[in-house]
């Protein structure tokens, strides 16, 4: 069974119509990448996804209706959003970032163990720990809201640009944790990028936005090898 | 205006004309309050209603108003028709004083200074150094103004009259200020001040502008309030005043002129019925109205009227 | 000298009652960005529930615990029926419910109450402290009881995940909800909190100038302005700025401008603030947004 269904999904910011009735799907423990350029709806799909935007159409997960619910709601079924722009908390310790991402939580000693391995992942994180994190350089702080979506210990999740303004290495370093993450937790992902090349080679799947709709859909490897919707959609 | 409107409003004036006469004269003494109130509230909402600043403390203009008419006549002996351009003269001044500092201040904090001032007003007012003047405490009495040229009418109705007729000249004089460019500025600043700078209103002009003319306003409805109460004293002129002007153009309808007309009925005869019950029951009255109307009728009672008649003459128009 | 000091003294001892106040106000600014115009009356109102229930024959301190546990409700009910629905309403709305709310809970305690004014017990001795001739113990124990609630916040708001989670949402909502916390929760909770300090504060006031529906008002304008002074969004500052303004009132009403004109030092301190340095003595810079 698919983890998340959209049907028809329409999205408005006001009387400004952005979405136009999208379909897709993700199985659990797939990696999906939503690709297209700028303005195209992806970030709002994110948003839609998370009840942050007025929406029509149907979105399940996990089988159950998510369309019309609180966002978080929506997060404690299990969806843990990295938004663009990170959403750092930015007058709060690093520490304390992290702790507010397992807040839903009640098991107590998994969270902590959970922390611990955070900091592996990320020994720079574990130095600035009581840092305020507004203080943290670009990177340091993707790297902060990644790690505080995983410690919700999410089914899904969901990332905005993860490369936006992130060095070429930090970016690799972000992908193969995305990577570690999906194969030995099974988490699901969700991933919107503007780097379609780092994206396709990393996703399962792919789907192709353009002005609010689906227009191209497939495996990731077949859209990778495609040259002419290389060229076309995706500009390399 | 459609002559429509032009023919009610004449009928409104005839009949406002008529009524000291076939009422007692307490009710003559009522209805003058309310035209006072109603040039008051119209004072506040060109302020508040039109230009989005919000102030909590329009209490304190009209109590310089009604101070400087009681000072003037009491103490320097003055007639009291000319105490009104001197009221408004002085509320003019301090009101667009208060709006130049004012002009930082958004909202709630805007909301907050004034707030302050309205509660800070009595204790002013009693400050034992300007006693001579103000009467301390104990306030000042003004005598009744007689009617001129030895007309055959009793002082209650003289007072009505010439309240209505400067009630009458202030709106006509608000109306035209409000319909044309001026009032469209003061509501652009109000809605999108962004978008107004970059059309090339002086916002900072307008806003103390707003200030300076809203006080005028309120300033002389309190000379003629003095007057017609012929009495100030410094617990006349609480915070309370200024939150019952607050409820006469929530009431009303804010940015409506109209409005000012509603919300003054509300508020002079609203405590005279609910007094009957209990002496907090006015307020409670009050809060409750203005919950109620924030959440159901936010343009107000004026609104509501110009929903309705818009509904009955425009079938009639078809 | 001796005079002085007994200024600054007394001024220490108002400005405790003025601080307990402030941090109200400041526990609703924080977490909802709202300055409740209403916090004076809520305070009285809750503090006449307490007179009920020493008449009724409780105890000081059960009653006291009792009517605390009640505002917190009070509070977070006004939250949830009367603010919610104006949360993202334009200011003016917002400015009018508070309005409304002191309004309605001034007549309703008139009402129940009736306009007389009663004493409310303090549970201190007569004696003063050492026999000083300064501040009574009533005045010394309410500046004890501010202090013990800062430190209390303080702990709550540190150390305590419903504190960080609250510290959260005044910070960046949407972020909260992402990691899944209820924010309309937590804006009731602020104003439990509020509400509840706000009651402790009405127990410390009243037994000084005795239980009548209009005790708050000048106190309020005080609390504004130790709030302001301190920074409206700084618990700490809000208990400095108290005793500042209490003192200033005091030394400024005895030598410079007598003592008729108190109440316009706290309009003074409220303009001269708003418009010198809006965030205060300690509070954070808030760029307001364009």
């Keep these: 069974m698919a983890l998340l269904e959209v049907k028809g999904l329409r999205a408005s910011y006001g009387p400004t119509r952005v979405l136009h009735g999208l379909d897709f799907a993700l199985d659990e423990g797939s990696i999906t990448a939503v690709l297209g350029a700028n303005g195209a709806g992806k970030t709002t799909t994110l948003r839609a996804l998370c009840g942050m935007v007025k929406t029509e159409g149907e979105m399940r997960f996990g089988g159950a209706r998510i369309d019309g619910r609180l966002t978080e709601d929506i997060v404690r079924l299990g969806i843990a959003h990295v938004p663009d722009g990170r959403g750092t908390f930015v007058n709060l310790t690093t520490e304390e970032n992290l702790r507010l991402g397992a807040y839903t939580r009640k098991d107590r000693a998994a969270v902590e163990s959970d922390l611990a391995r955070i900091f592996t992942y990320f020994p720079r994180l574990k130095e600035r720990r009581r840092q305020q994190a507004g203080t943290l350089s670009g990177g340091e702080q993707q790297m902060l809201a990644v790690s505080r979506a995983l410690m919700l210990r999410p089914k899904l999740l969901l990332f905005d640009e993860p490369s936006f303004g992130l060095a070429p290495l930090l970016v690799r370093e972000l992908f193969e944790i995305m990577r570690t993450v999906n194969q030995r937790e099974r988490v699901s992902i969700l991933l919107v990028e503007q780097n379609a090349a780092m994206a396709l080679d990393l996703a399962d799947r792919a789907y192709l936005i353009e002005t609010g709709r689906v227009v191209l859909s497939g495996p990731a490897d077949e859209i990778k090898r495609d040259d002419a919707v290389r060229r076309s959609y995706l500009g390399y | ?318 | 000298m001796d005079a002085f000091m007994h200024q600054v003294l007394s001024g220490l001892a108002t400005g405790g009652i003025y601080a307990s106040l402030a941090l109200a106000l400041v526990m609703i600014y924080r977490v909802t960005h709202l300055v409740n115009f209403a916090q004076g009356e809520m305070a009285m109102f809750s503090t006449y529930i307490a007179w009920s229930l020493i008449n009724a024959g409780m105890g000081y301190w059960p009653a006291f615990l009792l009517t605390v546990l009640l505002a917190f409700v009070l509070g977070v009910v006004i939250e949830r029926v009367v603010i919610r629905p104006v949360e993202n309403a334009p200011v003016l709305a917002i400015v009018v419910i508070f309005i409304a709310l002191l309004v309605i809970l001034n007549s309703a305690t008139g009402w129940i109450y009736s306009y007389t004014i009663k004493t409310f017990p303090s549970p201190f001795p007569k004696e003063p402290l050492f026999g000083n001739r300064y501040m009574s113990s009533h005045e010394l124990g309410a500046i004890g009881i501010t202090l013990v609630v800062l430190v209390l916040l303080y702990v709550f708001f540190r150390f305590t995940p419903l504190g960080l989670a609250m510290r959260a949402v005044a910070q960046n909502p949407e972020s909260s909800r992402l990691v899944g916390i209820r924010v309309g929760w937590m804006l009731a909770l602020g104003w439990g909190l509020a509400a509840a300090v706000g009651a402790v504060a009405g127990m410390m006031i009243a037994p000084i100038v005795y239980l009548d529906p209009n005790m708050m008002g000048g106190i309020l304008l005080y609390a504004f302005a130790a709030a302001l002074l301190g920074g409206i969004d700084s618990p700490g500052g809000a208990v400095i700025g108290g005793f500042a303004v209490g003192v200033l009132e005091n030394v400024l009403g005895a030598y410079v401008i007598g003592n008729d004109l108190k109440l316009s030092v706290a309009l003074g301190l409220i303009i001269g603030v708003l418009l010198v340095k809006p965030s205060g003595l300690f509070g954070k810079v808030h760029v307001t947004r364009v």
């Excluded at chain 2, 707030?115 to 003004?142: N, R």
Aim: aromatic letters at 12%; charged letters at 10%.
């Design chain 2, 1 to 318: 205006m459609t002559r429509r409107v032009y023919i009610g409003v004449a009928v409104l004036l005839a009949i406002a004309c008529v009524l000291p006469f076939v009422v007692s004269n307490y009710r003559t003494f009522q209805l003058t309050l309310v035209l006072v109130y109603a040039i008051a509230l119209l004072g506040l909402n060109i302020l508040t209603g039109y230009n989005g600043q919000i102030s909590l403390g329009h209490g304190a203009f009209y109590a310089i108003g009604a101070y400087s008419a009681a000072v003037l006549m009491d103490r320097l002996g003055a007639p009291y028709w000319a105490t009104l351009p001197a009221a408004g003269a002085v509320c003019l001044v301090a009101g667009f004083l208060f709006g130049l500092p004012a002009l930082r201040l958004e909202g709630l904090y805007l909301a907050l200074a004034t707030f302050a001032l309205g509660v800070s007003m009595p204790q002013l007012l009693k400050y034992h150094h300007l006693e001579k003047w103000t009467g301390g405490v104990q306030g000042i009495v003004i005598a009744k103004p007689e009617p001129p040229f030895g007309l055959p009418i009793n002082p209650d109705q003289w007072l009505y009259l010439f309240t209505l007729a400067v009630a009458v000249v202030m709106f006509v004089l608000g109306w035209n200020l409000l319909r044309g460019r001026v009032g469209r500025a003061l509501i652009a600043i109000r809605d999108q001040h962004i978008a107004a700078e970059a059309m090339g209103i002086n916002s900072a002009l307008y806003k103390s502008l707003a200030f300076g003319v809203s006080a005028m306003y309120t300033g002389i409805a309190g000379a003629l309030g003095a007057i017609a109460v012929q009495y100030v004293a410094p617990d006349s002129f609480t915070i309370f005043l200024s939150l019952v002007f607050l409820v006469g153009i929530v009431v009303g309808g804010l940015a409506s002129i109209s409005g000012a007309l509603y919300g003054a009925l509300f508020i002079q005869f609203v405590p005279n019925v609910a007094d009957e019950i209990s002496k907090a029951a006015p307020w409670a009255i009050f809060g409750l109205f203005l919950i109620g109307f924030v959440y159901l009728m936010p343009a107000g009672v004026a609104g509501a009227v110009r929903m309705l008649l818009l509904r009955l003459w425009g079938k009639s128009a078809k």
